[in-house]
C-alpha cells in the first residue's frame, strides 16, 4: 500500500505491500476454512493488483488465474471524474458477476483501495447510509485489495486488522 494515490501507474508492490498481501493472504487462506473457498482470481491489469493476486494464489493455491480486467483499475482523477470511475467500476463487476455465473464457482477479486471506497457506497456494508467518497482521498481511510463474493455477497478481506489472524512464521 502506498500512502500517495497510484490511479493507474503500473507500480509495483514495494516491500510493505508485499507485506501486505502476504498478511491478507494468510488471514484468507484462515477464514476459508470455514466459508466457501474462491475456484479462480481476477484482478485489475495494475501490476500491484496482479502482483497480489499472484501472492494469494501461492498462499491459497489451486485458484484458476483469468485474464485482469482492465474496468477493474483504481480511480484516476486525472482521466475521469468519480462519476466515470463509478460506471466503469459498475460494468467491471457485473462483468466479473456474468463470469462467476457462467463458471458457476466463486472468485477472488483483487482490486485497488478506491475499488473498496466504491463497493462501501454501493452495497449494504454501509447498512442504508448515503456516502458520497472523494475517490482521491477518502479512499485511502479504506484498506484496498481482496474481496471474495461469497453466498453471503462480497467479503472485503483485508480490512482485517493483524490480530485477527495468526500470521505465517
Known sequence: MSPQPEGWKQNS????????????????????????RPC???????????????I??????????????????????SQETPAQYELRSERAFH??????NDKGNIPL????RS???????????LKGESWKPDY?????????????ITDRGLVPLFLAIADNWTARA
Open 115 to 125: 475499488t473498496t471506497a466504491f463497493l462501501e457506497k454501493t452495497t449494504p456494508l
Open 13 to 36: 508492490l514495494d516491500r510493505i505491500g508485499m507485506q501486505q498481501a502476504v498478511s491478507g493472504a494468510d488471514f484468507l487462506e484462515q477464514w476459508v476454512r470455514d466459508h466457501p
Open 136 to 148: 482521491r482521498n477518502y479512499s485511502l481511510l479504506l484498506e484496498g485489495g481482496v474481496l471474495g
Open 95 to 100: 462483468e466479473v458477476f456474468k463470469m462467476a
Open 56 to 77: 494469494a494464489n501461492a498462499i491459497l493455491g489451486g485458484l484458476e488465474i483469468v485474464p485482469p480486467l482492465r474496468d477493474l483499475r483504481a480511480y484516476e482523477f
Open 109 to 112: 477479486i483483487v482490486a485497488h
Open 40 to 54: 479462480w482470481g481476477i484482478s485489475s491489469d495494475l501490476a500491484r493488483s496482479e502482483e497480489t493476486l499472484a
